[in-house]
C-alpha cells in the first residue's frame, strides 16, 4: 500500500475539503477469510478465465480483482477483521442496489462511511482486495437486488458483482468475495 496506494488514498480528497493525515496502514491477516477468499478465487479464475461460452470472453486475471475501500460506519473493523468472515452480508443493509457489500473506486466517497473514534478524533476504513469477476453495469439504481443478475442469454449462469455508475461503486452478494487486506486510520485536520 506504499506509494500508489497512499495517493489512490489521498488523492480524492483533494476535491474536498481537507487531505486526509494518515496515522496508519495495518496489514491484516485472518486465515480463515483469506482462506475462503483463495478458493473462491481459485473457482473464479475457472469460471472466467477458461469460458467455453462463445458469447463471453475469458476474463485476465487483473480484470477479475479490484483494490477498493470500504467504510464501516459504526461497526469497529477489528470486530470485522477478527471474525471467521470478515465482511459479513447478513449485517448489510439495502443501498442504491440492493442488499449487498458495496465498495468504493473513491476513498472520499467512503469517508462519509468511515469508522469515527471520537476520543481520538480518528477515522478507519478499509482497503479490500475485491473478486469482482464479470460485472454488470448499472447507470441507474435497482434496489431490488440480492445477487448479480443473470448474464444476457443466459438461464443459470450470472454476473460476479454489479457496478453503479453514479457513485463509482462496486456491489458483491458473497461474503467469500473480498478480503479486507488493509485497514487505513487517518486524522481529518479541519476536525482538530
Known amino acids: 500500500m506504499q506509494g500508489r496506494g497512499l495517493s489512490l488514498f489521498q488523492q480524492p480528497f483533494a476535491a474536498a475539503s481537507f487531505v ?3 496515522v496508519e ?9 483469506y482462506s475462503k477468499f483463495e478458493g473462491e478465487c481459485q473457482r473464479m479464475i475457472e469460471k472466467n478465465m477458461s469460458s467455453a461460452d462463445p458469447v463471453f470472453r475469458p476474463l485476465k486475471s487483473n480484470e477479475m480483482f ?24 447478513r449485517f448489510a443493509r439495502d443501498g442504491l442496489m440492493g442488499r449487498g457489500i458495496y465498495f468504493a473506486e473513491d476513498s472520499a466517497y467512503s469517508h462519509d462511511y ?7 478524533n480518528l477515522h478507519q476504513m478499509f482497503f479490500a482486495v475485491v473478486n469482482i469477476g464479470r460485472y454488470k453495469p448499472y447507470p441507474h439504481p435497482d434496489q431490488t437486488l440480492k445477487m448479480p443478475p443473470l448474464l444476457e442469454g443466459s438461464k443459470t449462469r450470472r454476473y460476479d458483482s454489479c457496478y453503479s455508475q453514479g457513485p463509482k461503486h462496486f456491489i458483491i452478494y458473497d ?15 479541519l476536525e482538530q
Do not use: C, M, W
Open 66 to 89: 479490484r483494490f477498493l475501500f470500504h467504510g464501516t460506519l459504526n461497526t469497529d473493523p477489528q470486530l470485522i477483521y477478527n471474525s471467521e468472515d470478515g465482511l459479513d452480508l
Open 20 to 22: 486526509p493525515e494518515i
Open 114 to 120: 468511515s469508522h469515527y473514534i471520537q476520543d481520538l
Open 25 to 33: 496502514i495495518a496489514k491484516i491477516y485472518n486465515p480463515i477469510v
Open 175 to 189: 461474503n467469500s468475495k473480498q478480503y479486507p487486506g488493509y485497514l487505513i486510520t487517518y486524522r481529518n485536520p
